[in-house]
T-cell receptor, first 112, second 111 residues
Framework: DTEVTQTPKHLVMGMTNKKSLKCEQHMGHRAMYWYKQKAKKPPELMFVYSYEKLSINESVPSRFSPECPNSSLLNLHLHALQPEDSALYLC???????????FGSGTQLSVL | GQNIDQPTEMTATEGAIVQINCTYQTSGFNGLFWYQQHAGEAPTFLSYNVLDGLEEKGRFSSFLSRSKGYSYLLLKELQMKDSASYLCAVRGPGSARQLTFGSGTQLTVLP
């Protein structure tokens, strides 16, 4: 299994909703990432988990809350988002520090 | 910090060769990646260079010159399916967590 699986693929939510994005990998990778990508822009790093511990938070607003329940799973909890948070949210993983990123297919989020 | 520059758009003809350039200025360097991304899809890994020189992988090759802060991705025998965005990404010192992406080059392959 060489995949990073993200669900849902598409999500529409209102500004008062609470939702969660999910990411799963079974490659034994020890680092997992959340990226945000706006249309025609490069991915921007949001969070990094290394060995299930949050190691990087790139000054992301608290309305985004990451969670890593175990080494295979990564969640991103969303609450009180703004329309400008609409974007493609990408999960990625790597085996170690020097390895390439494996990306999931992303969740296309629209905030109304 | 990292500053990565690549052309915004390029157009080429099916069967041709195209070279996508990437220049970078970084506070530290620990490798350069090229990714391909089709619209609405995840980036997929194409190549990795950490030492100077050319890495060839089928129709795709990537070159790195660390002294010049320069890389290029060479695509041969272009196919329509190669129409995509090509992202140059530089890894800073320390770990893959510091991977910074350029804005991407949108390549359009014409028949």
């Amino acid at each position: 299994d060489t995949e990073v699986t993200q669900t849902p693929k598409h999500l529409v939510m209102g500004m008062t909703n609470k939702k969660s994005l999910k990411c799963e990998q079974h490659m034994g990778h020890r680092a997992m990432y959340w990226y945000k990508q706006k249309a025609k822009k490069p991915p921007e790093l949001m969070f990094v988990y290394s060995y299930e511990k949050l190691s990087i938070n790139e000054s992301v607003p608290s309305r985004f809350s990451p969670e890593c329940p175990n080494s295979s799973l990564l969640n991103l909890h969303l609450h009180a988002l703004q329309p400008e948070d609409s974007a493609l949210y990408l999960c990625a993983s790597t085996w170690g520090d020097r390895e390439k990123l494996f990306f999931g297919s992303g969740t296309q989020l629209s905030v109304l | 910090g990292q500053n990565i520059d690549q052309p915004t758009e390029m157009t080429a003809t099916e069967g041709a060769i195209v070279q996508i350039n990437c220049t970078y200025q970084t506070s530290g360097f620990n490798g350069l990646f090229w990714y391909q991304q089709h619209a609405g899809e995840a980036p997929t890994f194409l190549s990795y260079n950490v030492l100077d020189g050319l890495e060839e992988k089928g129709r795709f090759s990537s070159f790195l010159s660390r002294s010049k802060g320069y890389s290029y991705l060479l695509l041969k025998e272009l196919q329509m399916k190669d129409s995509a965005s090509y992202l140059c990404a530089v890894r800073g010192p320390g770990s893959a967590r510091q991977l910074t992406f350029g804005s991407g080059t949108q390549l359009t392959v014409l028949p």
